[in-house]
């Protein structure tokens, strides 16, 4: 039942968004200073989530792949078609449930126990389109930035880790990833974040807007947004590539 | 004219009051006192229809606000100053833009202009020189000021406080107090006060509405108030230790 009110109240709000982007334009700033700080705030911890990504792949498929007649272009091949169609989407996704997701269930969520979403929506404000929207919108944004970032920081993490260990010859790995590069990887995996950047900040925005009950409260909602997220981001994951692969 | 009719609200089972009617009439200033817990703030959100009630209705100039499209409840909120219970303040800008912030989206106004108006009412309730701090550098008093002098910058035709003076040390209580009282008088606004405080019952208010077991228990004019044998009422009113 509980979880019948929620599916409406998520849909109402999302609906409320959308209905009311006609106003946007009055809000514009806000949309800019989500994106930085969804998108631009949030390169560091992907560059190095990406990097030790590529890294620990590179060593561990060339571990795996001990016998002598595979070339070793072969380890460029998987990992950089991992990287592309899988790791560097969910990966991305599941750190940035955290961060992102977190920030955004933390700021609404006192918003709203501090009563002011209520000032926002007394002085004459849609405060789902002032808060609601710019948020979702950045991640919906951003996210197939911060994938490309994931997936160059996980090649340069693999070349990083093939120099450094020796696992197999730089040329070899970057001659393997472009013998399987496909646009269509790229495509698929640009799909995946525009999703997962609208799962995270839409759960999240849901759970900050409703949140009730003080700092508990925002807690609570905080938690619930970042653990959703993370279900949500896998379940979609495995959606999209029953559907798309 | 402000008409409160029959308005019955809860929260999933949880009844807060039921048919509530009160009328407030123009440039009167009502106090709605009640326990912790006995619903006033919920009361004050339908009236800028912040929250809907199960049933009833509020009548503003005879216009049901429940039924209004949200164009038209826009309007109608700017038309309500409202200082919330812990002010409410946005906490990532700073005082001054706190209180241009309405001014800032909702006026056309040039930029010497809101800052002008934004010290005008920085200066009526007292806060001359704190504009560039953020909320979380004033204390409890000071943000409710804040909070007080943002409600006024639109020159509202209502005004609604939650408790204004909870929190705040005697003195600055009297000055808000006679805030109120002044803002009711030289612009003719419509107040409803929240409070606790008996001091400022007695100090700002026409009518009293008094919330008790989910209803309202008691309402009239203060010089009912000092009469009244209502039980309820004498007890709430002794317990703020103030003699009458
Ligand atoms: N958004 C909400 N959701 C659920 N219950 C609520 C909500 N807002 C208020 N309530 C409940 O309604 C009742 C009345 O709350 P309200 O805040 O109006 O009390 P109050 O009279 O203003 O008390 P106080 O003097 O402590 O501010 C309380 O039991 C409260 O738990
Ligand atoms: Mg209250």
Redesign the pocket.
């Given at each position: 039942m509980r979880l019948f009110i929620d599916v409406g109240r998520y849909c109402r709000l999302i609906y409320e968004a959308i209905r009311s982007s006609t106003e946007f334009s009055m809000y514009w700033k806000n949309l800019i200073n989500e994106m930085v700080k969804t998108g631009y705030d949030s390169l560091p911890i992907i560059m190095l989530a990406g990097f030790f990504t590529g890294a620990v792949m590179t060593i561990q498929t060339s571990y795996q792949l001990v016998a002598g007649f595979i070339p070793a272009t072969t380890i460029g091949s998987i990992v950089s078609q991992s990287l592309l169609i899988e790791l560097a989407a969910v990966i991305s996704g599941l750190v940035l449930a955290g961060r992102v997701g977190a920030r955004i269930a933390t700021e609404l969520g006192t918003m709203s126990v501090s009563e002011q979403i209520d000032a926002l929506e007394s002085m004459g404000f849609n405060s789902v389109t002032f808060l609601v929207m710019p948020r979702v919108l950045a991640g919906v944004f951003m996210f197939p930035i911060i994938y490309v970032t994931a997936v160059v920081a996980g090649l340069l993490g693999g070349i990083a880790s093939a120099l450094m260990t020796g696992a197999l010859p730089v040329s070899d790995f970057m001659l393997g990833a472009r013998q399987v590069f496909t646009p269509a990887d790229v495509s698929f995996g640009i799909i995946k974040s525009f999703v997962f950047g609208f799962i995270i900040t839409s759960i999240s925005c849901f759970k900050g807007y409703f949140a009730?009950g003080g700092a508990e409260g925002v807690g609570k909602a905080t938690t619930q947004a970042a653990v959703l997220s993370c279900i949500y981001i896998l379940l979609a994951d495995f959606v999209l590539a029953f559907v798309l692969l | 004219m402000i008409e409160i009719k029959n308005l019955t609200k809860s929260?999933g089972k949880?009844l807060?009051w039921k048919d509530v009617s009160i009328d407030i009439h123009p440039g009167e200033t009502l106090a709605i006192i009640?326990k912790?817990?006995?619903?006033?703030?919920?009361?004050m959100k339908h009236l800028n229809v912040l929250l809907y009630p199960d049933e009833g209705e509020v009548l503003i100039d005879g216009e049901n606000v429940f039924e209004m499209r949200y164009a038209r409840l826009r309007k109608l909120r700017q038309r309500f100053g409202v200082l919330f219970?812990g002010a409410a303040l946005f906490d990532s800008i700073t005082a001054f833009e706190n209180v241009s912030f309405p001014l800032r989206y909702f006026s056309d106004f040039t930029e010497q202009e809101i800052r002008n108006r934004v010290l005008e009412s920085l200066d009526l309730v007292n806060l001359s020189d704190i504009g560039n701090k953020s909320p979380a550098e004033l204390s409890g008093g000071m943000r409710k000021r804040v909070g007080l002098a943002r409600a006024i910058v639109l020159k509202p035709d209502y005004l609604l406080y939650d408790?204004p003076t909870s929190g705040l040390d005697p003195q600055t209580s009297n000055e808000i107090n006679d805030l109120i009282i002044n803002m009711a008088e030289t612009l003719d606004i419509t107040s409803v006060v929240?409070t606790?405080d008996m001091h400022s019952v007695l100090r700002v208010a026409d009518k009293v509405a008094f919330?008790d077991e989910q209803k309202l228990s008691w309402y009239g004019t203060i010089d009912e108030m000092k009469t009244s044998d209502h039980k309820a009422l004498k007890a709430f009113v002794k317990a703020s230790e103030y003699t009458i």
């Open positions: 009730t | 929260f949880n807060v009640g912790s817990g006995s619903g006033k703030s919920v009361l219970q408790e929240i606790h919330l």
